[in-house]
């Protein structure tokens, strides 16, 4: 049924920000299930799939799709054209990303709570009935996965790329509500498809929606933006964000504690320290054939690993502590909400294989993936203010405009390095570990990260490539 379709939906598909592009072009997809959601005298219908999308000569992914169809497109969905079907069942039909489309999401929430999902099934964690009559609407935010609200109450993510097997973000979120962790949104149920334990796919999950003032991101960004513009020359030493910075690494800090009450922790002996580095150069190795602009400081790199393996190593007898960590931590995945920092987004590094992201590590590569984001924060505020400035000065830039715009780069790289220490105060203050008291580690941890934001960047964002590689020549100069 869904053959027709492929055609239509292959060129949409690698343009989305999910698709994960290999050397080899996408050469074939292939449907493993198909679902079709369809009500008597409703015009709109729901295609949920999963498919297989082979790459000439390389790897196979697995992705998840709901697509919508309707004869005719409502003006509202105009921007959630795929394109149109030309043959089968649906022949002259639309298709549209159906997640966009409020009435088919509300339709598959109640559906599949009601048990008629057919293959699609949700599994709630408490035994009171979802509220009813919920509006929704999908999140506009860039990101690995799609995400839809219901009414400010409920938030249902759509994994893009789900395996067989428990999620690792089902796993952690009910490990931390065991141990009544409240840094993090409750787990409300999830959605899968039928099968045991082992089998089935989870495909998406419903957690309780946060009520925030804002991502860690974006308030970063914009205090980071007022601090650069501001007028004064010498930066105070404690100023808006730093109290923020704090809090958060207090929140963190809970939430490895919570981590460990949950999963346990461990002492990661030779053989763990050993496959952990040798896994940080594997990548890097990848990374330098992605990334042709990292090529000068690949060796500088390995060294750096290398320091953290040899140390790691040599000082087990005082044990490198490894647990169950976030494993993509940055300020994008912290929401500042009225009961203070809540963190989110449990899934690990999504381009891990799920075992490999289940692995014990140690706590401070979260906290390298934080301080990596106050400098992306500093570097963005930057960014916006020059283009800013760009849009309304004149070819030749004056003195007077060099001696601002350095004034900016300074106060930018200072917002940073003020926050990233708050944040580390604050962590320390909380957590089981002072990441003051290991610097090698902290800065393996943040080259391994800089290396593989410069391949993320490359890939999606090739205007942002400039900020891991500042980032991994700092770091690999000893600044
Ligand atoms: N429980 C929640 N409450 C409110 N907003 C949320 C919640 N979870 C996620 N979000 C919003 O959705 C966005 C994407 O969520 P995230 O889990 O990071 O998705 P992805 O795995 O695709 O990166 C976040 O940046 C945040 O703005
Ligand atoms: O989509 P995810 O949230 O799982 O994470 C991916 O995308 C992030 C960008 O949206 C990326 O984060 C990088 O950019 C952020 C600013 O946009 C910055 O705060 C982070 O420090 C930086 O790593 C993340 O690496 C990627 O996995």
Redesign the pocket.
Known sequence: MLGPLLPVLMPWLVTRRWFTHERGHLERLRTVSLSVLEEPGREAVLLHALLDARHEGSGTHHYQLLVGLRPRLPAALTGARIGQAESGRWAGWTLYEGTEDHELMERLLARTEQGAGGALQLSLTGSEPLPSGLSARALAV???NSTVVFGDRLLFKLFRQPEPGEHPETDVLRGLTRVNCDRIPGLVGWMHTEGTAQESVVLGILEEFLPARGDG?DLAVRQAADCVSGSCRVVPALDGFTGEAQELGRAVAELHTALGEAFGRQELGPTEIVGLVDRMRLDLRTALEQVPELEPYGGRLQALYEDFGKLAVRGRGRGLPGQRIHG?L????VLRTEDGWKVI?FEG??SRPVAERRLPQPVLKDVA?ML??FD??GRQALATLAAEEEASESERESAEQTAARLRRLRRAYAWSVRNRRAFTAGYAAAGLVDPHCHPVVLRAFEAE?AV??AV?ESQHRPAWLPIPLAAVQRLVSGR
Do not use: I, T
């Open positions: 860039e990101q690995s991101w993509d940055h300020l994008g995945q987004d590094e999504p993936g990596r984001s992306y924060a990260k593989y934001e993320y």
